[in-house]
Structures are given as C-alpha cells and as structure tokens.
C-alpha cells in the first residue's frame, strides 16, 4: 500500500518518546520483536497497516500521524534541567519532545496571531546582581514585588508551559527553539510542587539561564562541577531578580532573625521563607551561625518542606497559547475542526484534540470535533382548503 510506503520511522520515535518509553517497552506492547521496532525507526523496515495501526492504538496518536513528514522546520537548543544530574534522560527527552509539538503548535499560531515580541536586556559583562536589575528595568518593574511571574515573562515574549511530573525530582526546565530562524525561548514548570513561591522562584532560575548561559553548547557534556556552577549561577540571579537588594534590605530592617516577620514578607514578595533566609545570608545581613539556625527552627517547627501561606498564595497559569486557540475560534477564524485539519493538511501534524487540549491546558472539549447530521430543509403542507 502507497501509505506503508510513506511511513515515517520519525515520527514513531517522537510519540514513542513523547509517551515516556523506551524500544523494548514499545515492542512488548505491539507484541513485536525489539529490533523490529528499531528497524521501523530507523526506516529500514515499513510496518504493516495492522502494526500502524497498533502504534497508534498504544501511542494514541492518529494513524496520519505516522505517514506525515514535519512541514514546519523547528530546531531545538539546549535545555536546561533544574535537575538534570538526577533526572533520567529518558525522562528529559520525554519533555523535550513535548517542547517539539508545542513548537510546531506555536509556530502555526504565529501565523495568525501577532504575539508580543521578546523583550531581553543585553546582560554581558555585567554582575548577576546587575543582570537581574538590568532585567528588572528591561521590564518596567522598578522595585516591586512580582505579582504573576508566568504572566510577566509571557507578556515579554517568552513561552511558558506547565508539566504533570511522575517523577518529583524535576521542577522546571528551559529550551531554545528556532523557529523560522527566529529564537524563542520556552520555559516548563512542574505542577507537582506547584507553590506559587516554588514557581516564581523556578521560572526565574530559568530565566537566568536565558540571560547568563551559552545556548551553543551541549549541556549533556558539562561535567558535573560546571552543570553545578551554572545553577548556582541560575540560583543566585532568581534571588536578585525576586528579591531586589535595596528594597528587600529595607524591608528586612533589624528582624532578620525572625521567622514571623519572613511569613510576613512572604506575602509582599512571594517568594519562599527559606529563600528569604538564604537571600539575607548572601547579603551579609546574617552571618552563617544564624542562617543555619534559622532553617534548623524551620525543620524542627515542620515548615521547612511545606511553608506557610503555602496553601494560599497564587499565580497565574500559563495562557498566551491557550487564549490564542481560544480567540481563533471565537473570532470565526476556524471551527474546532477546522483547526484540527488545518494543523494537520498545511502544517503536517495531525494530532489528536484532546492532545492539543492536554498541550495547552485548554478546556475539556474545546477542540470537539461533533459529527453534525445534516438535515433537509422542509415546509409543512397548509391544511387549509
């Protein structure tokens, strides 16, 4: 058959990898030899429909999915995982290939929508502490405390997503792609430790590996001494980014030492309680006896590892790509449907709509796609005579 022939062995490694699976896991559930699934692959063997068939079924991508080829050329860069020395790769690759589709699904939207340019200060030679004022003044922020930080840096041109995690280990992680020779830098956040002080804090890490650290390289060759430098580097610009020096030094006053009035100030700057400590060390306005004594009260009271106002404090979620799908369909621009297929026949990615809702953190059924009967217009006959 003409469609076996067209069966792109890439694409079965994407949703192989993108459903958090190795070969051998994949071949065990088609009832397949390994090498046969490799074969596939690598386009050294074409699968029979009824095989096809069977990757979709499991993989739960649709059949086309397999017989397309990518029409929108995306390049990915490094990503950098917060934990990158106790994640698994397979993991890693997992959310690199999430990264893939939503590039693809940016990329279509981009056609349509004009969405905000990235806005990034040029920060080489400069201090982190000056990196992150620099930032700071880059965004019209001055000294105040970030209120939303996903909806900040979304309406500065950066890409964020949100993440279901099976393993707690990874909080947050950032990529560049290129898309029509055109950086975009993306950033994903766990949900799994989904504080709105964890997140603030973690998409700020991110943000200054945007700012501070080569994106040329590949950060798998990094030993672990330099993998390490460059997360304290990340750790310790998030701090001044949230957390500016002179208006944190004037709030923090002569109280310091005092874990009820870092509750408090977690309300201002929501930024975590042990990251206020850790900032006030670094600062020089405790000294290391006290910093140490500080998280040991915290660990003793049982707030070290779920803090208070944990539970109250919000954030934004994620919505630039969400209330783009959601206003081409309200504008009349497509019909669920239509953009299913448009996705699909002009972009080549034909992808399930639950999928892209799950992608986007859209509304259940938002992309439903109903089968409408078609009905004959009729007129009743007058009974009159």
């Known amino acids: 058959m003409d469609d076996i022939k067209k069966f792109n062995g ?3 490694k994407s949703a192989r990898i993108y459903r958090g699976l ?3 896991e994949l071949a065990e559930k088609l009832n397949l030899q390994r090498q046969t699934v490799s074969m596939y692959e690598n386009d050294k063997s074409k699968p029979s429909v009824e095989n096809i068939k069977k990757m979709s079924k499991e993989l739960k991508f649709p059949v086309s999915f397999f017989l397309e080829t990518d029409l929108l050329k995306i390049k990915e860069g490094s990503t950098y995982f ?3 020395l106790t994640t698994s790769k397979k993991y890693r690759n997992q959310q690199i290939q999430k990264i893939h589709l939503l590039g693809q699904i940016y990329a279509f939207l981009e056609e349509y929508i004009d969405f905000r340019p990235l806005r990034l200060p040029n920060v080489e030679n400069l201090s982190i502490e000056d990196a992150a004022l620099e930032l700071r003044s880059c965004w019209d922020l001055e000294e105040k405390p970030v209120e939303n930080i996903v909806y900040l ?3 500065n041109g950066l890409l964020v997503t949100s993440f279901e995690s099976e393993q707690d280990n990874i909080d947050a992680f950032s990529q560049l792609i290129d898309i029509n020779n055109e950086a975009k830098y993306l950033i994903g956040f766990s949900l799994n430790k989904g504080t709105a002080a964890r997140i603030h804090f973690d998409i700020a890490h991110e943000i200054g590996h945007i700012l501070l650290h080569e994106w040329s390289e590949d950060i798998e060759t990094l030993s672990k001494d330099e993998f390490i430098e460059r ?3 990340a ?3 998030a701090s001044a980014f949230l957390l500016p020096k002179d208006a944190f030094l004037r709030d923090i006053s002569t109280y310091a030492d ?3 009035y870092y509750i408090e100030l977690k309300k201002k700057w929501k930024v975590s309680i042990s990251a206020m400590i850790r900032r006030s060390y ?5 000294d290391y006896n006290t910093y140490q004594r500080l998280m040991r009260t915290m660990q003793k009271k049982g707030i070290r590892k779920e803090e208070p106002l944990d539970k109250i404090l919000i954030t934004a979620k994620p919505s630039l790509l969400k209330t783009a799908v959601q206003m081409l369909l309200n504008e009349g621009v497509f019909t669920p449907k239509e953009f299913v297929n448009e996705l699909a026949n002009q972009y080549g990615l034909s992808i399930l709509p639950s999928e892209i809702e799950l992608l986007l953190d859209l509304p259940k059924d938002t992309l439903k796609i109903d089968n409408v009967i078609p009905f004959h217009s009729l007129n009743l006959k007058s009974t009159s005579n």
């Not at 670094?282 to 405790?286: A, C, S, T, V």
């Open 10 to 12: 890439d694409r079965l």
């Open 22 to 24: 190795n070969v051998a």
């Open 82 to 84: 917060r934990s990158l």
């Open 153 to 155: 840096a979304e309406q």
């Open 231 to 233: 997360e304290n580097e």
């Open 235 to 237: 750790h310790s610009f």
């Open 258 to 260: 005092n874990i009820p």
């Open 282 to 286: 670094n600062l020089r306005i405790i």
